[in-house]
């Protein structure tokens, strides 16, 4: 579903610090991304009449950030981590789970604030949000609520880009930016992208989507001087209708822009494609089964029916059957109703297969359980088992003991207080010596295990002594 344009900045932005787009978004992880975006947007989107905010320590659950910043369940902690770590956010109070007589209690996160007179752009320099007077940009609600929750990183790189770089400047007379030159090799090092082929993929996503539009196409030249890098703008929600609307109303550079790409895209290979037709019609019907996305043109044919199958198109399916493999492929379809796709389910496994999404935290959930399900058989089964040993071991000992009653009594006095010294010498703790001084019973049961311990010791000892003798004795 194509975005409807960014609403007007009278109305529904916040004042973002440009260190959200020079620091937190090109050097951390998108789940970091999400959670500051998530505490500006919960900070400085809620006002009071002086402009200060209304509420600055945010209460936070995993089910908030799990709903409302769009961070995975496995994701969290790290994010956290990480985003403290680096100084955006610090911890005002520590979550407590239910426990004795204890209510639980939700962690507490507050933004960073840097007090100092040096705006940091870097990493290694960030010690909080900047402070003083400026450095903010009036950043839409719908870039942090819909764009940072639900994008791929890559894309928020993109749209946070052109933002900071034609709203995110201000002239003299007050005014803003409209369109920013912003060139590939720029982009990618503003926001630390390395791989030329994600970047052009992300601007290609954003363009469809909405969220930006090509206003110029930017020239390779030899010549330095000759150079150009192409122009970018936000798309505002009044653009979005005057193009649903009209093509007329459209800016005249835009135009220009579509009818050569019209005359030099379309318009001559035409007229050789005609003539080839005229003198070499098999070649001509060759050409057309090239241009065709038929399956035979597909690398992995198994993966582009699957896509297929799912409701791509086969340009769309042809992409992506040779940007994963089919085993991803399987998985992310597979994946996707774990995944409560609401309007547009394709769009969502599209991104999902580009991206190569982790497991939903649905299913990870319902994985941990059963592990722990069968944990807990396993220990059940274990612990009836030990207890079944332990019983037979009890068993064991007692009909031992009264098989020794009637050689205890039969024994002297003398005999007696023997083994009861040898008894009490034996116990390891205070505690066993005490019972075994106040306790009749527990004193007998100690000694007859002592004597049964004896015999034991005594009949290995005749029976070495008889073996020795075996050997000893002269052969015949």
């Known amino acids: 579903m194509k975005f409807n344009g960014f609403e007007h900045l009278t109305a529904n932005y916040l004042f973002c610090p440009n260190q959200f787009f020079d620091v937190c978004l090109p050097h951390h992880s998108r789940g970091t991304v999400r959670l500051v975006a998530y505490l500006l947007r919960k900070t400085l989107g809620w006002l009071d009449r002086e402009g200060n905010p209304i509420e600055q320590e945010i209460s936070i659950s995993y089910r908030d950030l799990i709903n409302e910043a769009g961070i995975s369940r496995g994701a969290i902690r790290k994010a956290l981590d990480e985003a403290v770590t680096a100084g955006f956010i610090i911890c005002t109070q520590q979550g407590k789970a239910n426990g004795n007589n204890q209510a639980a209690e939700t962690a507490q996160y507050a933004l960073r604030w840097d007090t100092g007179n040096d705006y940091a752009k870097t990493p290694e320099k960030f010690n909080g949000f900047f402070a003083g007077e400026g450095y903010r940009t009036p950043i839409p609600n719908s870039f942090f609520d819909l764009i940072v929750r639900q994008e791929v990183l890559s894309v928020v790189k993109v749209v946070g880009t052109v933002l900071r770089h034609t709203v995110g400047y201000q002239n003299q007379f007050g005014g803003r930016r409209q369109i920013a030159p912003l060139s590939y090799s720029y982009i990618q090092k503003y926001v630390n992208l390395s791989d030329r082929s994600t970047l052009s993929a992300a601007i290609q996503y954003a363009i469809e989507t909405g969220y930006i539009h090509c206003v110029q196409k930017g020239g390779i030249d030899p010549s330095l001087n000759k150079r150009r890098a192409s122009t970018y703008a936000i798309r505002w929600h009044e653009q979005a209708n005057r193009e649903k609307n009209s093509s007329k109303t459209r800016p005249a550079t835009r135009q220009r822009y579509k009818i050569q790409t019209s005359n030099s895209s379309e318009t001559r290979p035409a007229k050789r494609f005609k003539n080839q037709t005229e003198e070499k019609p098999q070649e001509n019907n060759t050409n057309k089964q090239q241009d065709e996305p038929t399956v035979a043109a597909v690398e992995n044919l198994e993966s582009f029916q699957l896509l297929q199958q799912a409701g791509f198109d086969d340009g769309i399916a042809r992409d992506l059957s040779q940007k994963r493999g089919l085993e991803e492929i399987k998985q992310q379809i597979e994946w996707l109703p774990h995944r409560n796709p609401d309007r547009n389910s394709l769009g969502m496994l599209r991104r999902s297969i580009e991206g190569n999404w982790l497991k939903p935290d649905s299913l990870l959930f319902k994985e941990k359980k059963q592990q722990r399900l069968q944990k807990s058989q396993a220990q059940g089964t274990q612990a009836e088992t030990d207890d079944a040993r332990v019983s037979q071991a009890k068993q064991e000992k007692k009909r031992r003991r009264e098989q020794l009653l009637p050689v205890w009594n039969g024994l002297s006095s003398d005999e007696q207080t023997r083994i009861e010294q040898t008894t009490f010498e034996q116990l390891n703790s205070d505690y066993f010596r005490d019972r075994f001084k106040k306790n009749e019973e ?35």
């Open 442 to 476: 527990f004193r007998l049961n100690q000694c007859l295990d002592c004597l049964s311990q004896q015999k034991v010791d005594i009949a290995q000892k005749q029976k070495e002594k008889h073996r020795k003798k075996e050997l000893q004795a002269p052969r015949k």
